[in-house]
């Protein structure tokens, strides 16, 4: 029995809609299933850290705060997370002022954040345990793709100058809506 082709049109109309739905979902589910599993930080997984020839090391931590909100089992995660690390510097990002008062409460001294007022998650953080420096954001807005600003600033460590830039990469999502 041979389709019409209006049936056959129809089927293939539907077979690519099943198809997009299935890929939709399972991005989704690729999404949100991490947030559900318990985030545990285990230091003794990273390297030793020593520089070559003795050299004093510095330790840097980079974390997604995914704009989860501050508040929470998922913001005391990342809490921990931080602290357990125990890293000279942290670089956040999605980070807002929820989030600026949430991290108060950990023993960094020095601290610059960036809230750009037009995005409530595109804010940045450099948390340290040394002085901070020439603290400026970088607009990327001319950059086709480009999304969120950086955060340079100049760290000064017993070893010396250190510049680091807090980059917030451009989420696998459409962003035209």
Known sequence: DRDTPILATQRGQLMRASSDAVRDLSSLAYQLWPPLLPYRFDRSLL???????GEPSIDVLTYNVEFSGAAGAAAD???????QASADIVLLQETNPAWERRLASLEYRHVHYHHP??????????LSRFPLAECRAI?????AGSVF???ACAVDTPAGVLRVVNV???PPLELSG
């Open 117 to 126: 007022t037009r995005q409530l998650a595109g804010g940045s953080a450099v």
């Open 168 to 170: 917030h990469l451009r």
């Open 149 to 151: 600003p950086a955060l």
């Open 77 to 83: 995660g990342v809490i921990d997370a931080i602290t």
């Open 47 to 53: 390297p030793p850290a020593t520089g070559s020839r």
């Open 139 to 143: 607009s990327f807005g001319d950059v």
